[in-house]
């Protein structure tokens, strides 16, 4: 069964779109799956057991993406196309059966359910699933070795409008692995996409260095996601990492302002979100607001409190369970 799988461009997406693939696995265990998602995203599927063929591109001027994507594509009869692009490729090939984001799914609720949506796969709604490659975990290990409990934390985002600060992070990482603690003593690993390196260094720099590691900017998306799947916990921005630490069953926070929980908050059990007192479309309406040319933080009003209270609770439930 060949199936033709196109997802986005971004981590978050991508990694949320993983749920699918996982369905794929579980319904269709012999097929041989060709993925197309954008450059970065691409790490994050190599280690997929059915994976057949990555395909990933760069947008291009006038979509010539997508007619290149086509060239590639349409000499194959495909047994199954799905599109979360929604792009006119999947509509321009032999398919016998065609999933995609559009008009068929349900723009509502979380965006593991739009997905699920896509393929009518009604209440069952399969949650995100990361597989990893020898050499992805051979680089985890390596960054992260055994030795005890590891805290993970992403202070940064790829947009500073939804990055909590950096000293409150300090603040945070302190009452959990200080004296007393819920994670009193344990190692911290710092993650951090290249170009964000200060703020994160800021963050490791505040760690005792013998309880330090460095994960900034260290291989790709996918050798990250493996690393943040050693961690037993990971505190962190709403962001590309922060989905991926829930994709890999890690208890995971995130911290969330300027973003559509409902939409992209953490998915699963093992997840949980914490958010400003303003909604998203609350925290950008004031004059000039331009998303673009934002140089601040809108995730001022979450406090440092309310941030701890969660974790607690967040533990609270850990230890009842």
């Not at 790709?220 to 989905?243: E, Q």
Request: charged share 25%.
């Amino acid at each position: 069964m060949k199936i033709l799988f196109i997802t986005s461009s971004r981590i978050g997406d991508a990694v949320l779109s993983t749920g699918l693939l996982r369905h794929i696995e579980q319904r269709y265990p012999d097929a041989r799956v060709t993925v197309v998602c954008g450059p970065l995203a691409a790490s994050l599927f190599e280690g997929y057991p059915l994976l057949e063929r990555l395909v990933s591109f760069k947008k291009e001027k006038h979509n010539m993406h997508w007619v290149k994507l086509w060239r590639q594509v349409v000499e194959m009869r495909w047994d199954m196309v799905v599109d979360l692009r929604n792009s006119a490729v999947s509509r321009l090939i032999m398919a016998k059966e065609r999933y995609i984001f559009g008009g068929c799914a349900v723009k509502a609720g979380h965006k593991v359910e739009q997905n699920a949506a896509v393929m009518k796969l009604g209440h069952q709604v399969p949650g995100p699933k990361l597989w990893f490659t020898d050499v992805q975990k051979e680089k985890a290990a390596a960054l992260i070795p055994e030795g005890g409990p590891v805290l993970g934390v992403g202070p940064t985002a790829n947009w500073i409008g939804k990055t909590w600060s950096v000293e409150r992070f300090v603040e945070v990482v302190r009452f959990m692995t200080g004296s007393g603690g819920v994670m009193e003593g344990a190692r911290v690993a710092v993650f951090g996409a290249p170009g964000e390196e200060d703020d994160a260094l800021k963050v490791l720099e505040s760690i005792p260095e013998e309880r330090r590691i460095d994960c900034i900017a260290k291989g790709t998306p996918g050798d990250a996601a493996a690393a943040i799947a050693r961690c037993d916990f990971y505190l962190g921005n709403d962001s590309g990492l922060m989905h991926a630490a829930a994709a890999a069953l890690v208890p995971t926070l995130g911290l969330f302002g300027p973003s559509y929980d409902l939409i992209y908050r953490p998915w699963g059990g093992y997840a949980d979100f914490v958010r400003t007192p303003e909604s998203f479309d609350q925290l950008i309406d004031f004059g000039g607001y331009n998303s673009k040319t934002l140089n601040h933080t809108l995730m001022g009003s979450l406090s440092v409190d309310a941030v701890k209270d969660k974790i607690t609770e967040m533990f609270e439930k850990r230890k009842a369970a």
